[in-house]
T-cell receptor, first 112, second 117 residues
Framework: SQQGEEDPQALSIQEGENATMNCSYKTSINNLQWYRQNSGRGLVHLILIRSNEREKHSGRLRVTLDTSKKSSSLLITASRAADTASYFCATPPSGGYQKVTFGIGTKLQVIP | GAVVSQHPSRVICKSGTSVKIECRSLDFQATTMFWYRQFPKQSLMLMATSNEGSKATYEQGVEKDKFLINHASLTLSTLTVTSAHPEDSSFYIC?????????????FGSGTRLTVV
């Protein structure tokens, strides 16, 4: 199985600022996924970027993928207090129903 | 969108008793579901892959006899923590993916907070 490693582990910003989180992985992937987890809750899928894509947008989210560096970044623009959560990247192995493993995540705190 | 319902959300049980957690896919059939465990301030640890109609596949270090998984239908997987002890207290989460939706991520249940006293 593969495991993404998020960086930084903790991030505290003011409301309105942008938040950038990074993810590195070890082997080839078909896609990379980002998830959000509010405290004590399940994970919510945010965005999926395929290995042949370099950038993807969804609302205030922007994800980049650099397969040569085996890294991805998640940018949240104009952050809100409601964005406070832990963010995880996941890199499922190629093909089929494969188990998804997660890194330790980035804990984001947005201060009102 | 795909919805996964997990029940109960919280459970407190006495040491030595068993607890069953249910994971249902509400609007799709899931031949495969995944069970995770999460300790405070840590990531999700994959425990096992639940396969409909066959035995679950457990990750290394996870006790099969302690964490019983049953996936008897295409919409329901259950995790039973048998003879629970305080060290089993944790947050348990299930996930599944809608078949054919390779452009989508996995859908997670809302989790079950288990406290063994």
């Amino acid at each position: 199985s593969q495991q993404g490693e998020e960086d930084p582990q903790a991030l505290s910003i003011q409301e309105g600022e942008n938040a950038t989180m990074n993810c590195s992985y070890k082997t080839s992937i078909n896609n990379l996924q980002w998830y959000r987890q509010n405290s004590g809750r399940g994970l919510v899928h945010l965005i999926l970027i395929r290995s042949n894509e370099r950038e993807k947008h969804s609302g205030r989210l922007r994800v980049t993928l650099d397969t040569s560096k085996k890294s991805s970044s998640l940018l949240i623009t104009a952050s809100r207090a409601a964005d406070t959560a832990s963010y995880f990247c996941a890199t499922p192995p190629s093909g089929g129903y494969q188990k998804v493993t997660f890194g330790i995540g980035t804990k984001l705190q947005v201060i009102p | 969108g795909a919805v996964v319902s997990q029940h109960p959300s919280r459970v407190i049980c006495k040491s030595g008793t068993s607890v069953k957690i249910e994971c249902r896919s509400l609007d799709f059939q899931a031949t495969t579901m995944f069970w995770y465990r999460q300790f405070p301030k840590q990531s999700l640890m994959l425990m096992a892959t639940s396969n409909e109609g066959s035995k679950a596949t457990y990750e290394q270090g996870v006790e099969k006899d302690k964490f019983l998984i049953n996936h008897a239908s295409l919409t329901l997987s259950t995790l039973t923590v048998t003879s629970a002890h305080p060290e089993d207290s944790s947050f348990y989460i299930c996930s599944a993916r809608r078949p054919g939706h390779t452009s989508h991520g996995y859908t997670f249940g809302s989790g079950t907070r288990l406290t063994v006293v």
